[in-house]
């Protein structure tokens, strides 16, 4: 892997600090590059690209003051906001210091410069930089097709289905639990197709009332009911040429799957209140989070409707099935959300990392964004910890169906909620499970879990 360009970017306008700090960068197999001012900084930021940038606070044409120096980092991350900012501040301004933490600077560093103190903030900062420049190197390579990030086998293959079922025009259904990326992956077979500039046309059978879902679909007429003022047309006719996303194909009320099943076996259609037959050249692609063949068993989901949909089935693995993808995933999405929500780049913590790994995540990929985002919200500095992804272990899914397995991750469970409820306490949590002190003492020694007072 390419490493990390080591540039320095020193902004500072007093000219004796400047040349020190440049003459002693210079020993550090470095690139270094100078700056008095904001403007001059910006243009070195636009050259050079540096990973770090050693900023003094205090810049013209307000030298006593932070406001330069605030601007100057904002300015900076807005043009590279992968770029660590340690800031050089006077000793009492300690204020200052974290103010600048929360315009997006790095670290901080405070007056008089001693060096070796220096070094060891320089060399953690391009650590940082570099496992970034790693991290987003690496999501790039496993981004299989525009926004698939895996490493996984099973998903990698079915990339390739999507690829190869673009090139038909058959039904294809995609079926996985929620947030797994059933749409990317529609969108995605009318990409790859040849149809890809005609539109891509979604209707959500879930999120549209059961009685509008007709006209929704296949327009209307006007004065076919109350209310149609004017003809209108529906999301198939707006789809012709394209693709139609029938997603939570499940929730098709059934008395309408008779007519949509016509529709995609002829291609033919009538709207609502209309007596014309319009004809249309689309591709159909449908989504579902159910198990569409035990509706069909107890009679809610017509089995010849069934069978015209899933003339290609792609089963998508859960994220929780797809082995390390969920670090990945995470990462990917940390890279590129810290960067446009607040302007920098941020990194996951090692126990975030084992976290993320060992968590069931049964929201999938969408609730993998939302904790990411959450977190980088709620971070105060560039590193995100478990705490601020706020996951627990989630033993009570059945994970696994071994029963010693299961039995244990109930009573870690159990443990865990009975010492936060009794804030600590080992003999009030013992009383909640009913157990004597003796015994917890002994469980938790066999489980690993550490007791406030090992602390
Ligand atoms: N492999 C992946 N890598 C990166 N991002 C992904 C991946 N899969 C899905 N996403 C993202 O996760 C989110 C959820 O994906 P999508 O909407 O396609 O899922 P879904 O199965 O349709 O979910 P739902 O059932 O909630 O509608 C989207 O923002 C999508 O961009
Ligand atoms: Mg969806």
């Given amino acids: 892997m390419d490493a990390l360009e080591r540039t320095i970017l020193i902004v500072e306008d007093d000219e004796g600090l400047q040349s020190q700090l440049k003459w002693h960068f210079d020993d550090f197999e470095t690139t270094i590059v100078t700056a008095s001012n904001v403007q001059e900084a910006t243009t070195a930021v636009r050259h050079y690209r540096p990973a770090i940038v050693i900023q003094d606070l205090g810049l013209p044409p307000d030298p006593e003051g932070v406001e330069e120096g605030f601007k100057c980092i904002k300015e900076i991350l807005k043009i590279s906001p992968s770029a660590k900012i340690i800031v050089l501040t006077g000793k009492n301004e300690h204020r200052n210091a974290l103010r600048s933490i929360q315009h997006g600077a790095f670290d901080f560093y405070f007056k008089p410069v001693e060096t070796e103190t220096l070094d060891h903030v320089v060399e953690r900062a391009f650590k940082i930089a570099q496992l970034e420049f790693?991290?987003?190197?690496?999501?790039?390579?496993?981004?299989?097709?525009?926004?698939?990030?895996?490493?996984?086998?099973?998903?990698?293959?079915?990339?390739?289905?999507?690829?190869?079922?673009?090139?038909?025009?058959?039904?294809?259904?995609?079926?996985?639990?929620?947030?797994?990326?059933?749409?990317?992956l529609a969108r995605a077979i009318h990409k790859f197709g040849s149809k890809s500039d005609e539109p891509f046309v979604a209707i959500n059978c879930a999120a549209v009332p059961e009685n509008l879902i007709e006209s929704e679909l296949f327009g209307y007429e006007k004065g076919s009911f109350t209310g149609a003022v004017a003809s209108n047309i529906g999301?198939?006719?707006?789809?012709?040429?394209g693709t139609l996303f029938l997603d939570e194909i499940g929730d098709m009320?059934?008395?309408?799957?008779?007519?949509?099943?016509?529709?995609?076996?002829?291609?033919?259609?009538?709207?609502?209140?209309?007596?014309?037959?319009?004809?249309?050249?689309?591709?159909?692609?449908c989504a579902t989070n159910k198990d569409l063949e035990i509706m069909v068993k107890e009679g809610t989901f017509r089995e010849d409707l069934f069978y015209r949909i899933t003339e290609i089935v792609i089963d998508i693995p859960a994220l929780r099935d797809r082995g390390n993808d969920s670090i990945l995933i995470a990462n990917h999405l940390l890279n590129k959300l810290s960067t446009s929500i607040v302007g920098r780049a941020m990194i996951l913590s090692e126990e975030a990392s084992i976290a993320i790994e060992k968590y069931h995540w049964p929201g999938n990929i969408r609730e993998v964004e939302n904790r990411i985002k959450r977190a980088i919200i709620l971070s105060e500095n560039n590193v995100i910890h478990a705490s601020d992804l706020n996951i627990k272990d989630s033993p009570n899914t059945p994970s696994s169906i071994n029963l010693k397995e299961a039995r244990k991750n109930a009573e870690v469970e159990a443990i865990h909620s009975a010492l936060e409820i009794s804030k600590q306490n080992i003999s009030a949590a013992a009383k909640l499970l009913g157990i004597t002190r003796p015994t917890l003492y002994d469980m938790m020694?066999?489980?690993?879990?550490?007791?406030?007072?090992?602390?």
Avoid: W
Wanted: proline fraction near 4%; hydrophobic fraction near 35%.
């Fill in 445 to 455: 020694r066999k489980y690993n879990l550490p007791s406030e007072t090992d602390k």
């Fill in 235 to 241: 999301k198939i006719e707006q789809a012709n040429g």
């Fill in 134 to 184: 790693e991290n987003n190197a690496l999501s790039e390579n496993l981004e299989v097709i525009p926004g698939i990030v895996t490493a996984n086998v099973k998903m990698k293959n079915i990339c390739r289905v999507v690829e190869k079922v673009a090139q038909t025009r058959v039904t294809a259904t995609l079926i996985g639990e929620s947030g797994t990326g059933k749409e990317v």
């Fill in 253 to 285: 009320p059934l008395p309408l799957q008779a007519k949509l099943l016509r529709f995609l076996q002829e291609r033919v259609f009538e709207r609502i209140g209309g007596r014309k037959e319009i004809h249309v050249d689309l591709r159909v692609v």
